[in-house]
């Protein structure tokens, strides 16, 4: 299984920016997926969850600027991220619970690999 993340860069402060995760490869379902962060020196946090029915949740700090979309089909998940802070700087990481696997009722967590986003003056 791999997850395929894209649309980070550089960003002005208060500006706009659109994160994609695909995942694709041995996938059964996928339960949750989400967008975690971390930046320099600190430890991975949630930004965003969003169900296979689509409840999501989000972090304090996002909240009312980042909305997580999902499209089952594509199995696919984004991340519009607006009104964006220097505090927003991390890299974001996309991670999925698949069932890889038919026969075993089970989910495992998978990761993309990063994209950084810096927001700046």
């Known amino acids: 299984v791999q997850l395929q993340a894209s649309g980070g860069g550089w960003v002005q402060v208060g500006g706009s920016l659109k994160l994609s995760c695909a995942a694709s490869?041995?996938?059964?379902?996928?339960?949750?997926m989400a967008w975690y962060r971390q930046a320099p020196g600190k430890q991975r946090d949630l930004v965003a969850a969003?169900?296979?029915?689509?409840?999501?949740d989000y972090a304090t700090s996002v909240k009312g600027r980042f909305t997580i979309s999902r499209d089952n089909s594509k199995r696919t998940i984004d991340l519009e991220m607006k009104s964006l802070k220097p505090e927003d700087t991390a890299v974001y990481y996309c991670?999925?619970?698949?069932?890889?696997?038919?026969?075993?009722?089970?989910?495992?967590?998978?990761w993309g690999q990063g994209t950084q986003v810096t927001v700046s003056s």
């Open positions: 991670t999925a619970e698949v069932m890889t696997r038919s026969d075993v009722a089970y989910y495992t967590a998978f």
């Open positions: 490869g041995s996938i059964v379902s996928i339960n949750s």
């Open positions: 969003i169900t296979s029915t689509g409840r999501t």
